[in-house]
C-alpha cells in the first residue's frame, strides 16, 4: 500500500470526525423550542373534501430530517401520527380535538439530534355554510349612509366571514363593517362608499374555508321611481274652433298617468318619462240645440323632478295625440252624425306632489294642451288635476 492510500484514509477519518462534531458546535443538545404555526386549507376531490392542517416549525440547515410525532389529549396523551419528513412542515388532516406535538431532529449522521419541546393546538370543527337567499337583491348609491344586507341560511357562526364578490368588474372582494347573526342567518351592513357600480357575488365563508355564494347582488347609481296615479281633471276651454261650440268650464273629466325616472342631475333632481291617458265629457246648449261630445289625448313625454321629501315638483313637456269624438248636434227635431277628428298635440305642465308615506301621495297638477288641427284656429286648453298616487 502506498503512502497516498495512506493519506487518503487520514483525510476521509478527519472528514467524518469534522461532520459528526459540527452540530453539536452549532447546536447544543437538548430540548428546542418549537411552536404551533399552524395553518389550513380544503383539499377537494370526487370523494369529497378534505381539511388540511399544516404543521410547521424553524428549519434546521444541518437537519438530514424531520421525525414529527403528534399525541391527542384524550385524558392521557395517545399517540396518533409519527412520520419523517425532509421538510420544516407536516401536512395531516385530523379529527376535531386538542393536541400536542414534538418534532426530532436528526443530523447529517441520520442520529437523533436533539427534541423540540411539546407544541399544543386544536383542531376545531369546520361547518358547511349554507345560504338559501339574500335580500334585498339591489342596492342603489343615492339611498342613505349605510347598506342592510339580510342573509338567510344555516351553519352560521360568530366567526363566519360575509364578503361581496365583484362579478362584473375588477376589484378586491368587499367586507362588511357590521354583523349580526341569528339562528335563521345573518344581517351585514355595508359602506356604499366601498362600492362600485355592477355585479357581486355574495359569499359566506366559514373557518376552515368551506364556503358557499349566491348571485348576484347589483349596485346601481339611482334607485329607479315608478308612480302610477288617477286623477280627477275637468277641462277650461281657451281659445280655438271647438271652443265657440262649448262656453264655459266642464268637470267631468279624468286622467290616468304613470311616469318613471331614469337619470339622477348633478344638483339632486332627477329625469324621467311620463305617459297620461285623458279624457273630458262636453256638453252645452247652444242655438237651440243640444252640443254634446267627447275630448280625449294619449301623450308622452319627458320631466324634470326634484324632491324635497314629503314635497316633489314636476316639470312636464311632451307629445300626443287628441281627439274630439262622437261629437254630436240636436236640434230636437234632427240629429247630426257623428263628428270624430284626430290631431297631434303638445302640451307642458307641472305638478306637485305630497307623500303620506313611502309609497302613497297626492297629485295636484295642470297641463296646457295645444291642438294642432286642420283648422285655423288651433283649440288649446288647460286639464287641472286632482288625484291620488302610488310609488312603487
Do not use: C
Amino acid at each position: 500500500m502506498g503512502p497516498n492510500k495512506h493519506i487518503y484514509r487520514m483525510a476521509f477519518f478527519f472528514m467524518l470526525i469534522f461532520f459528526a462534531l459540527l452540530p453539536a458546535v452549532s447546536q447544543s443538545p437538548g430540548e428546542r423550542e418549537v411552536s404551533a404555526n399552524g395553518s389550513y386549507f380544503i383539499r377537494r376531490s370526487n370523494g369529497g373534501i378534505e381539511i388540511i392542517q399544516r404543521l410547521s416549525w424553524p428549519q434546521d440547515d444541518n437537519a438530514y430530517r424531520y421525525e414529527v410525532v403528534i399525541e391527542r389529549e384524550e385524558g392521557e396523551s395517545r399517540e396518533v401520527y409519527r412520520e419523517f419528513v425532509n421538510d420544516p412542515f407536516v401536512e395531516v388532516s385530523l379529527r376535531p380535538g386538542n393536541y400536542w406535538y414534538y418534532v426530532n431532529i436528526f443530523n447529517m449522521l441520520n442520529r437523533l439530534e436533539y427534541t423540540t419541546n411539546r407544541a399544543s393546538f386544536s383542531v376545531v370543527l369546520a361547518l358547511q355554510p349554507v345560504l338559501q337567499r339574500f335580500a334585498p337583491r339591489r342596492f342603489y348609491l343615492e339611498d342613505g349612509l349605510a347598506w342592510d344586507l339580510e342573509l338567510e341560511g344555516s351553519n352560521f357562526i360568530e366567526e363566519t366571514t360575509v364578503y361581496l364578490e365583484p362579478l362584473t368588474m375588477e376589484g378586491e372582494p368587499v367586507f362588511p363593517k357590521d354583523y349580526t347573526f341569528s339562528e335563521k342567518g345573518a344581517r351585514v351592513v355595508f359602506d356604499p362608499q366601498e362600492l362600485k357600480k355592477g355585479d357581486y357575488r355574495v359569499v359566506v365563508e366559514n373557518p376552515g374555508g368551506l364556503n358557499d355564494s349566491r348571485d348576484s347582488l347589483a349596485v346601481k347609481l339611482i334607485r329607479p321611481q315608478t308612480g302610477v296615479s288617477l286623477s280627477y281633471a275637468p277641462l277650461v276651454p281657451l281659445n280655438g274652433y271647438l271652443f265657440d261650440l262649448f262656453d264655459g268650464f266642464y268637470f267631468i273629466g279624468a286622467t290616468i298617468k304613470a311616469d318613471r325616472t331614469f337619470l339622477k342631475t348633478k344638483w339632486g333632481g332627477y329625469f324621467g318619462i311620463e305617459g297620461s291617458l285623458s279624457w273630458n265629457y262636453l256638453s252645452t246648449r247652444k242655438n237651440n240645440m243640444d252640443v254634446t261630445g267627447h275630448l280625449a289625448d294619449l301623450q308622452a313625454g319627458l320631466f324634470l323632478r326634484k324632491q324635497m321629501f314629503p314635497m316633489v315638483f314636476n316639470f312636464y313637456a311632451g307629445l300626443g295625440l287628441g281627439s274630439v269624438f262622437l261629437l254630436e248636434f240636436d236640434y230636437r227635431v234632427i240629429k247630426s252624425d257623428p263628428y270624430n277628428n284626430l290631431s297631434p298635440l303638445f302640451g307642458v305642465g307641472a305638478s306637485f306632489q305630497w307623500f303620506f308615506n313611502r309609497h302613497l301621495y297626492g297629485d295636484l297638477g295642470a297641463k296646457y294642451i295645444y291642438l294642432l288641427t286642420r283648422e285655423t284656429a288651433h283649440p288649446s286648453y288647460i286639464r287641472p288635476s286632482l288625484g291620488l298616487g302610488w310609488r312603487f
